[in-house]
């Protein structure tokens, strides 16, 4: 069976790994060179504790808040585009309690997944990804933290994730002497998991080459051929030459991130999707230490202690367009809010060229899109991830060749169906 995978991110590439494994004849077609995507440049972390979506209640009215402050950790850049009206009416219509409480089921069963997919790929040859699970800090400064980190408890214990516990001021302290915290407390994820994302994906691109399957880069797909409800071929241009390229396929992998509304449009297909712009500095032989990896709850941050001796600082989901110039005040927003719970940490604003950035693909109601479409019998999608793209990604995979192969799959994914707003 000769499978065409678009996309080369963690999404594309786990599914590959597990294709290949199935005896397919896989094809890997990215528009860039693999090397700079959204699973390079975010914190590592693999996460069954991130049970609650995108799209919860009180989101979209603080969004609106946080409109005209630049260094804001969620914004939507206002503009008129039918696609954001689109996704954003859907986006409202989400932002419930009752969506929050049915999601956390599905989010949890593949976070679990997935995350012991990662721990079976720590064995294989040539893995080095710096995969530690020692757990996640959730740090709160106010009462309002304090009130969401005991409800958050509270309902991770009743998801099974029984390893999460509240920690007093005095034991947060006490698992970070290194440096000063301001923090009342904070929830210690005993369940979560990281890694270096650099080391993942470059260890997961060598293993795919060395098992033959095909990594074309710097092809962007424009195009498809349809015979009845099947793809037949792919058609694509060269990002230099702009040569037209032709792929044949017995199975299509639409993995595409945060283009993927684009992709799914050449196929009659309406994903809901837009891009989250994120940001992250990452400090090689960083002054600073850190135990565990962190999230800031009030100052919507996060900060990774990796691979030995770097710590990554990221945040903020800023919903924007792929043209729209990156906006470095949100880095300083970042920082700032770092420096706010690690009082001893200074880092300046970086040069522009050393901040990374990159495009989440954000679903309408927080839920990454998995599943067939029902116009070509031979076309899956997995994408739309949000932010969990790198913790969900073997799971994701596994599930792609699971559908794929027409095996049982591991877990219910009807509450990712790709067409489930159409």
């Known amino acids: 069976m000769r499978i065409t995978i678009i996309g080369g991110g963690i999404i594309g590439l786990s599914s590959a790994l597990y294709l290949q494994r199935s ?12 090397s700079d995507n959204c699973s390079y440049g975010n914190c590592g972390y693999i996460c069954p504790s991130h ?39 859907k ?9 929050v409480k049915a999601a956390a089921v599905p989010l949890r069963d593949i976070a679990i997944i997935s995350k012991k997919e990662y721990e079976d790929w720590c064995h294989l040859p040539g893995f080095d990804f710096s995969y530690e699970h020692k757990g996640l800090l959730e740090i709160f400064q106010t009462e309002a933290g304090a009130e969401h980190a005991k409800h958050t408890v509270e309902k991770a214990q009743e998801l099974g994730l029984t390893d999460t516990r509240l920690l007093t001021r005095e034991e947060l302290l006490a698992m970070e002497p290194q440096t000063r915290i301001n923090g009342m407390g904070a929830i210690l994820f005993n369940c979560d998991a990281h890694c270096y994302p650099n080391k993942l994906m470059s260890s997961l691109f060598a293993y795919l080459k060395l098992q033959g399957v095909k990594l074309v880069a710097n092809e962007e797909v424009i195009g498809f051929e349809k015979t ?9 241009v060269t990002a230099t030459a702009k040569e037209k390229r032709m792929h044949e396929a017995d199975e299509i992998v639409l993995a595409t991130g945060s283009w993927s509304r684009e992709t799914a449009k050449l196929l009659g297909t309406r994903l809901p999707m837009m891009p989250g712009r994120g940001y992250s500095v990452t400090l090689e032989n960083s002054p600073y230490k850190v135990n565990y990896p962190a999230i800031l709850l009030e100052g919507r941050a996060a900060i990774t202690p990796m691979d030995g001796n770097k710590i990554r600082f990221g945040g903020t989901m800023e919903i924007t367009s792929h043209k729209t110039p990156p906006r470095m005040n949100r880095v300083q927003g970042v920082l700032d809010a770092v420096k706010r719970f690690y009082p001893d940490f200074d880092v300046p604003l970086p040069a522009k060229e050393k901040i990374w950035y990159g495009y989440r693909p954000c679903s309408a109601d927080g839920l990454p899109y998995i599943g067939r479409i029902r116009k070509y019998h031979n076309v899956t999608v997995a994408t739309g991830h949000s932010m969990l793209g790198l913790s969900l990604g073997a799971g994701t995979g596994k599930l792609v060749e699971e559908i794929i192969s027409g095996k049982p799959v591991s877990m219910d994914i009807t509450p990712f169906a790709a067409e489930r707003f159409s």
């Open 91 to 99: 986006f409202i219509r989400s932002a419930t309690k009752d969506h």
């Open 228 to 236: 009845g409800d099947k793809i037949n071929k792919v058609y694509t």
């Open 51 to 89: 049970f609650i979506p995108l799209a919860t209640p009180g989101i979209v009215k603080q969004g609106f808040k946080w409109m005209w402050n630049s260094k804001s950790p969620f914004y939507v850049q206002p503009r008129l585009d039918w696609n954001l009206i689109h996704w954003g009416l």
């Open 23 to 34: 005896g397919a004849e896989v094809t890997v077609i990215d528009k860039g060179d693999f």
